[in-house]
Nanobody
């Protein structure tokens, strides 16, 4: 059974940086064969798309994170990362990775808290 697992969340002060990682178990290359997306959900808000990396490594970002976040893929490790910098309190949310055929698989989420 395929599972996506996020890691790397935590607490950081405004202006700080954090890196998130998404790994897959139960599938050898699901994170390389298909596009992978990061989403986030803040308390009381709907889940929103953050970034995408396609199977051929094209990237796209939500306007709110463009220039501050970077999504990348490590084929050797079969992971997808989200490097976040210049973090703002508005970035506080649970971050989820999503991938697989028809965007079938979701991780359990990792909390990111930006606060002074």
């Amino acid at each position: 059974q395929v599972q996506l697992v996020e890691s790397g969340g935590g607490s950081v002060q405004p202006g700080g940086s954090l890196g998130l990682s998404c790994a897959a178990s139960g599938s050898g290359n699901i994170l390389t064969l298909f596009s992978v997306r990061w989403y986030r959900q803040a308390p009381g808000k709907a889940r929103e798309w953050v970034a995408t990396i396609t199977d051929d490594n094209r990237v796209n970002y939500a306007e709110s994170v463009k220039g501050r976040f970077a999504i990348s893929r490590d084929k050797a490790k079969n992971t997808v990362s989200l490097q976040m910098s210049s973090l703002e309190p508005e970035d506080t949310a649970v971050y989820y990775c999503n991938g697989g055929y028809a965007q079938k698989y979701w991780g359990q989420g990792t909390q990111v808290t930006v606060s002074s």
